[in-house]
Nanobody
């Protein structure tokens, strides 16, 4: 599967953005999906994940209540709606797909395929 992330940009603190990750090559419904991010000078970290049918979602504590992950398997697309953005949310955001896991993982090693990343910059 190929993943194409989009939707990043520059936004003021308190603002919102919606990231999209479009899958091609294989049906998105086969994959557990996640978003990770990597800020400058920092390691990549888990942000959110969603089960294959969208019934279960998981979030990094610092984004709970502000970010929402969702998916539309008919459109082969997963989304990350981000609100109340903070400067510390500035990072390159990556979508990732896991086609072998039996449960949703929060580690990068749990995921087999990665998109190219989209930059989110939150100004104070």
């Amino acid at each position: 599967v190929q993943l194409q992330a989009s939707g990043g940009g520059l936004v003021q603190a308190g603002g919102s953005l919606r990231l999209s990750c479009a899958a091609s090559g294989r049906a998105l419904s086969m994959y557990i999906m996640a978003w990770f991010r990597q800020a400058p000078g920092k390691e990549r970290e888990f942000v959110a994940a969603i089960s294959r049918n969208g019934g279960r979602t998981y979030y990094k504590d610092s984004v709970k209540g502000r970010f929402t992950i969702s998916r539309d398997n008919a459109k082969d697309t997963v989304y990350l709606q981000m609100g109340s953005l903070k400067p510390e949310d500035t990072a390159v955001y990556y979508c990732a797909a896991d086609n072998t896991g039996l449960s949703v993982g929060t580690l990068g090693a749990d995921y087999d395929y990665w998109g190219q990343g989209t930059l989110v910059t939150v100004s104070s």
